[in-house]
């Protein structure tokens, strides 16, 4: 069974649309968080949720627009697509707060704007 | 902001061969991990080290952590193909205050690409 799953796993858009990709955990976690990882491979922190309360919100255009219908979903909205947002999105959980427990990754959303 | 940095960037080995890479970071932190992350997929835990310990050993991974150096090695022994993955350590603080309990968020350092050739 997979532990964070993320739909779709492949997403080619053109510049200006709106599109949603969904995260889901099965296994229990309280705390869930979006990673943006650039074409160099940096991993960057965008958002992070505990119990679906919003505990971080990094420096991230407000076309970025996180959810969390309950704690074991976190979807990601972006509106008005951009080149730059072009990337892999990951999904990840963890039992608790991020320095102290293993987070666990979804397989990744890449997201190509033309 | 970036706060580790892993060395070498990539890494070239014979299966067989034993490979370390480190991080170095800027700031107090209260726990260091290691993430691996093989191509087109997520990251994969591998080990987490506190700032109270020095060694930490998974199977055929050593993990040391060198606190007032601000750095921490990975060892893979006797590596093998399948170990060819990117490398990753994260630390739980990125130069802002970090308050008791650690922080909300793990800042990760630009990746170790280990390559090793059958």
């Known amino acids: 069974d997979t532990a964070v799953s993320q739909t779709p796993k492949y997403l080619v858009t053109q510049m200006g649309n709106d599109k949603s990709i969904k995260c889901e955990q099965n296994?229990?976690?309280?705390?869930m968080y979006w990673y943006k990882q650039d074409s160099k491979k940096f991993l960057k922190i965008m958002f992070s949720?505990?119990?679906?309360?919003?505990?971080i919100n990094e420096t991230v255009p407000n076309r970025f627009s996180p959810k969390s219908p309950d704690k074991a979903h976190l979807n990601l909205h972006i509106n008005s697509l951009e080149l730059g947002d072009s990337a892999v999105y990951f999904c990840?959980?963890?039992?608790?707060?991020?320095?102290?427990?293993?987070?666990?990754f979804g397989p990744g959303t890449r997201l190509t704007v033309t | 902001s970036q706060q580790g940095e892993e060395d070498p960037q990539a890494l070239s080995i014979q299966e067989g061969e034993n490979a370390t890479m480190n991080c170095s970071y800027k700031?107090?932190?209260?726990?260091l991990q290691w993430y691996r992350q093989n191509s087109g997929r997520g990251l994969v835990h591998l080990i987490l080290?506190?700032?109270?310990?020095r060694e930490k050993h998974s199977g055929r991974l050593r993990v040391t952590l060198d606190t007032s150096k601000k750095s921490s090695s990975l060892l893979i022994t006797a590596s093998r193909a399948a170990d060819t993955a990117s490398y990753f350590c994260?630390?739980?603080?990125?130069?802002?205050?970090?308050?008791?309990?650690?922080?909300?968020?793990?800042?990760f350092g630009k990746g170790t690409k280990l390559t090793v050739n059958p």
């Open positions: 990840a959980s963890s039992q608790g707060r991020a320095g102290h427990y293993e987070q666990y």
């Open positions: 296994l229990g976690h309280d705390t």
């Open positions: 949720y505990n119990n679906k309360e919003l505990i």
């Open positions: 700031t107090s932190i209260n726990n």
């Open positions: 080290i506190r700032s109270n310990e």
């Open positions: 994260a630390t739980d603080a990125d130069g802002s205050l970090v308050t008791q309990g650690g922080s909300e968020k793990l800042v």
